[in-house]
T-cell receptor
Framework: NAGVTQTPKFQVLKTGQSMTLQCAQD?????MSWYRQDPGMGLRLIHY???????DQGEVPNGYNVSRSTTEDFPLRLLSAAPSQTSVYFC??????????????FGPGTRLLVL | AQKVTQAQTEISVVEKEDVTLDCVYE???????LFWYKQPPSGELVFLIR??????QNEISGRYSWNFQKSTSSFNFTITASQVVDSAVYFC????????????FGPGTSLSVIP
């Protein structure tokens, strides 16, 4: 199994540009999520999904969109990038979200710089 | 409101010393889960342990041990006989109730083990 994969590893954007961060997992996990990591602030949950076709907002959803058309993929879209979105983005997945805190498996991260 | 505090921003120890990383959490929920994750210099996040609020039994895994005390709302992590490979940022996290959007990470503690 490849686990959780993320592309690209690094991206530079100009303010106002749009882009999609890709996330895929091959473990047939129901639950997937996106976090951003900023210095001194730990990880903050952006959006999450408990299954195909179901998404919901986390702690810091503004400026980001997600969709979950398949179990495997959970892309994160930045519609109009802002310098405040400069961060490291992590995708994670776990087997189930039904009231049981399963182990989350994290991708390698995408480092995004918005100029 | 929920909160995770890791008061130690950076810790340096000499190899083979023992080190304890502190984690204090806040929540009014009676059902919650606590986690520790390791982020080595390579950047990926590695799950270390999960503990639910109904299980205060301490756990030992090799050189790692965890002390969960509900009376002081703490979930401390001790590394015995530290090694250079233990150098990483360690995050404590809290997941509350049955709603998966409430996942709160602490700011992390950066541990440097000096040979």
């Amino acid at each position: 199994n490849a686990g959780v994969t993320q592309t690209p590893k690094f991206q530079v954007l100009k303010t106002g540009q749009s882009m999609t961060l890709q996330c895929a997992q091959d473990m047939n996990h129901e639950y997937m999520s996106w976090y951003r990591q900023d210095p001194g602030m730990g990880l903050r949950l952006i959006h999450y999904s408990v299954g195909a076709g179901i998404t919901d907002q986390g702690e810091v959803p503004n400026g980001y969109n997600v969709s979950r058309s398949t179990t495997e993929d959970f892309p994160l879209r930045l519609l109009s990038a802002a310098p405040s979105q400069t961060s490291v983005y992590f995708c994670a997945s776990s087997y189930s979200s039904r009231g049981i805190r399963e182990t989350q498996y994290f991708g390698p991260g995408t480092r995004l710089l918005v100029l | 409101a929920q909160k995770v505090t890791q008061a130690q921003t950076e810790i340096s120890v000499v190899e083979k010393e023992d080190v304890t990383l502190d984690c204090v959490y806040e929540t009014r929920d009676t059902t919650y889960y606590l986690f520790w994750y390791k982020q080595p210099p390579s950047g990926e996040l590695v799950f270390l342990i999960r503990r639910n609020s109904f299980d205060e039994q301490n756990e030992i895994s090799g050189r790692y041990s965890w002390n969960f005390q509900k009376s002081t709302s703490s979930f401390n992590f001790t590394i015995t006989a530290s090694q250079v490979v233990d150098s990483a940022v360690y995050f404590c996290a809290l997941s509350v109730g049955t709603s998966y959007d409430k996942v709160i990470f602490g700011p992390g503690t950066s541990l440097s083990v000096i040979p």
